[in-house]
């Protein structure tokens, strides 16, 4: 499917991919865009920006959460090849440089970013803000559009009042839902990999999402997206339904009162316009 970028709405997201296999976002107005991660191969990412009606031509920046190969696998090819600038923290930048699946490096096109300072691309106001996480460092993303305001979070260890605080404002909500805890504690997983996504520092469950998602709902959150599924323990309509029922719970509908949306691991998602 064509999807037309062009349209009467200020702005634009899609997903290109969410979870352990590569994680790819685009946040778009008509005339230009941002990428945040960029796990996916360039092939598959020039190949669903001509899908979505945009390209890399567009794209005035990409956003770093944190250095994992699915977050950063090509990195280095938009930076180097294509010009991107690429936004980081200090951390995450040295990280990328001794990651050995990142070639070639970054050189001109890096740019350092500090967290809890807004910076902008275009019109753009973007905020990073400490996400716990067992990378050298991990970020959120707060960016407000317009009068509109998208907040990214995902490789979430544990909820901590500074993503509290940032993700409250949310008009448009990137939240992860990793994995099931019945499925995960009862998997083939080995215990030492357990141990690590429920340590704290790993990745939170569709439970703990969805409680979270419920305390911070308010009448202008309008959207809400749930990524980085585990394949192995986790089922989409599962994680669905967790923040569905959670969201039931305090009288709000998904579908009418709030739009509410998995994201697929291998395959881009709907395109979702405001």
């Known amino acids: 499917m064509q999807y037309d970028l062009f349209s009467t709405y200020n702005y634009k997201f899609f997903s290109l991919g969410s979870g352990s296999s590569g994680n790819c976002y685009f946040l778009g107005t008509q005339d230009y865009g941002i990428l945040i ?14 899908e979505y009606g945009t390209s890399l031509d567009k794209v005035q920046g990409v956003l770093v959460t944190h250095d ?15 010009n991107i600038p690429v936004y980081a923290t200090e951390a995450v930048h040295g990280g990328i440089e001794r990651n050995r699946y990142i070639q070639p490096c970054l050189g001109p096109s890096k ?12 019109d753009f106001e973007i905020t990073a803000f400490d996400v716990p996480h067992d990378s050298i460092e991990n970020v959120g993303y707060h960016i407000r559009c317009g009068n509109q305001v998208f907040v990214l979070i995902t490789d979430i260890g544990r909820i ?6 940032y993700a409250k404002q949310a008009n448009h909500l990137v939240i ?9 504690r009862t998997g ?11 340590s704290g520092m790993g990745h939170i469950s569709n439970r703990l999402s969805a409680d979270f ?62």
């Open 213 to 274: 998602i419920a305390e911070i709902y308010h009448r202008e959150l309008k959207s809400i997206w749930l990524c980085h599924l585990s394949q192995d323990n986790n089922h989409p309509d599962l994680a669905y339904k967790t923040v569905e029922q959670s969201l039931r719970n305090i009288g709000i509908i998904a579908g009418k009162d709030i739009y509410l949306s998995t994201l697929n691991r291998h395959k881009a998602s709907g395109l979702r316009e405001f």
């Open 160 to 165: 901590t009042e500074t993503i509290r605080q």
């Open 68 to 82: 994992h190969a699915d977050h950063v696998k090509t990195i280095g090819c938009l930076g180097d090849k294509y």
């Open 188 to 198: 083939r997983y080995p215990f030492h990999l357990k141990q690590r996504i429920s």
């Open 176 to 184: 992860e839902t990793n994995y099931d805890e019945e499925m995960l």
């Open 111 to 122: 740019r350092f970013i500090l967290k809890d300072e807004m910076f902008k691309i275009r």
């Open 37 to 50: 991660d960029a796990g996916i191969g360039i092939r598959s990412i020039l190949k669903i920006l001509r």
